[in-house]
């Protein structure tokens, strides 16, 4: 494949796609025993056996391939390669990824790794994971695994998927193992635990001599205000400071946020955990590409008045909540009368793709950036014929994806574009009602058929103009 060739595929999640939760020597991971019982499993589901990828994979790179695209993300489950988080690797975790990594090359997918997507093993989880400092080395130590493991094969890496967001459903909404509620000190402890452990893996992978490129992957959280709010610049700065900018700096430039640490002792969040010494680490561990996971902007205005609360909508059209939060004293979400809603209370917003990326080249350069997740979740019945007209998919990822090119033309150092998810998958807290797949997945039969729904066909269609367009240019 060219070294510029443009990357369109697709991305999953191990947790959400693999099942095999207890085969061939996996270890448990938080989300085996979150899922097994804990009630705020509110929807009861778990990714036992999700749309069963550990026997179905070839089956959905061929999918894949034969919808035109030559990329392919998906994540490593760290208990299925370190059953008990450190120590003894399992042979038949690294068989298995070795068998996906193989098939994707021979079908012409270039393989896209995340480390770690949301799933620790519940031996590191039990230990208070990162929250606590001694998950950062136990982090580098199975990297060191997976690059020894794979990295003769595999070009693009990610360190972390989501750092911020991990960290907010686990410390401030609580939906997510640990599930804390409210808690700023351990969200930004884990952030900042989290930049530390990627910017660690990072320094270790350019050691190794090892010839790809490595990144971490954020949540787009590209901060607009609404036109009544009275001190927007202000507002800008806190959000900025809450949600991505120290993974941002850390990773990119090598550095804090000069405002953070005031900010944080100005409201009384510990920040005993920072270390001089890490100072050091950020500067060796710059990532090479940064991840952008895009669905929606942070739509802000000055707080108004309560005490800070989250909301967020696990129960799809059962609830009326829209996601947002109001932070006393800081800021709180506001609604744009002029923006669709998902039935999850998730704003629709395609320009924040392209203000987003704007934004990412403003202020840190002509960094690398791929587009590693961006769909639309729905509810699905196939028709008489097994077929799912997906119209509100096409349109929404069309929209998004034309301003990802628009900012393209603007400068933009796009390198490639990922659709969450090739196929139906299980959508954490949300379970299977909630489905994202450009193909079907029965999740009533046990042989989980699949079917390509009728975005399966427009993307197919897309890249190949794409494609063609830019080689007649």
Same mark, same amino acid.
């Given at each position: 494949?060219?070294? $510029? ?19 061939? !020597?996996?270890? %448990? ?8 019982? /804990?009630?705020?499993?509110? /929807? ?47 042979? @038949? ?15 012409? %997918? ?16 039990? @230990? ?27 070009? %693009? ?18 939906? &997510? ?53 009275? +001190? *927007? ?6 959000? =900025? ?13 090598? +550095?804090? *946020? ?48 309560? +005490? ?19 932070? @006393? ?35 840190? !350069? ?24 997906? $119209?509100?998919?096409? =349109? ?9 090119? @628009? ?23 949300? !379970? ?12 009533? =039969? ?10 399966? &066909? ?6 190949? =103009? ?8």
């Amino acid at each position: 494949m060219s070294a $510029d060739a443009f990357l369109w595929g697709g991305a999953t999640a191990s947790y959400q796609c693999e099942g095999a939760w207890n085969e061939d !020597g996996k270890g %448990l991971g938080e989300w085996d025993v979150f899922s097994h019982g /804990n009630p705020l499993n509110i /929807n009861g589901a778990t990714g036992d056996v999700s749309c069963d990828f550990y026997h179905h994979f070839r089956e959905d790179i061929d999918m894949m391939a034969s919808g035109s695209q030559n990329t392919f993300r998906f994540s490593i489950s760290w208990s299925r390669i370190l059953p008990e988080g450190t120590g003894k690797v399992n042979e @038949k975790g690294i068989d298995f990824y070795n068998s996906v990594i193989d098939y994707c090359l021979e079908k012409g %997918l270039e393989p896209n790794v995340t480390l770690f997507h949301y799933d620790l093993p519940n031996a590191i989880a039990e @230990k208070g994971g990162f929250a606590n400092r001694e998950t950062i080395d136990d982090f580098v130590a199975y990297a060191r695994v997976c690059f020894e493991a794979f990295g003769d094969r595999v070009k %693009l890496w990610a360190t972390i998927n989501e750092p911020r967001y991990y960290a907010y459903c686990s410390n401030m909404v609580g939906n &997510y193992p640990p599930n804390h509620s409210l808690d700023f000190d351990r969200y930004f402890k884990v952030c900042y635990h989290e930049a530390v452990a990627s910017a660690k893996a990072v320094a270790l992978y350019h050691s190794m001599g090892l010839t790809g490129q490595i990144g971490i992957v954020i949540d787009s959280c590209n901060v607009e205000t609404s036109p009544e709010t009275r +001190e *927007p610049e202000l507002i800008k700065l806190k959000a =900025d400071l809450f949600y991505d900018q120290l993974v941002l700096d850390t990773s990119i430039r090598g +550095e804090l *946020p000069g405002a953070l640490v005031p900010f944080l002792r100005e409201n009384d969040i510990d920040t005993s955990y920072i270390k001089f010494e890490d100072m050091l680490t950020f500067q060796r561990g710059k990532i090479d590409f940064l991840g952008l996971n895009v669905y929606n902007r942070m739509y802000l205005t000055d707080y108004s008045e309560g +005490e800070t609360e989250v909301f967020h909508n696990n129960r799809g059209a059962w609830s009326k909540k829209k996601e947002g939060i109001r932070i @006393k004293d800081w800021f709180e979400t506001t609604d744009d009368p002029n923006t669709k809603r998902n039935l999850w209370g998730r704003e629709i917003y395609p320009k924040c793709m392209y203000n987003a990326l704007m934004e990412i080249r403003g202020r840190y !350069g002509d960094i690398p950036v791929y587009i590693t997740e961006n769909g639309h979740g729905c509810y699905e019945t196939p028709g008489p014929d097994g077929r799912v007209e997906d $119209d509100d998919r096409i =349109d929404m990822m069309q929209g998004y994806i034309d301003n990802m090119i @628009k900012a393209m033309d603007d400068g933009c150092n796009v390198k490639g574009y990922y659709a969450w998810s090739p196929m139906d998958l299980y959508s954490w807290v949300n !379970g299977y009602e909630k489905r994202y797949g450009l193909v079907y997945v029965d999740f009533d =039969d046990p042989a989980r058929p699949r079917t390509p729904k009728k975005s399966y &066909y427009w993307y197919k269609q897309l890249i190949e =103009d794409y494609r063609h367009d830019r080689e007649s240019q």
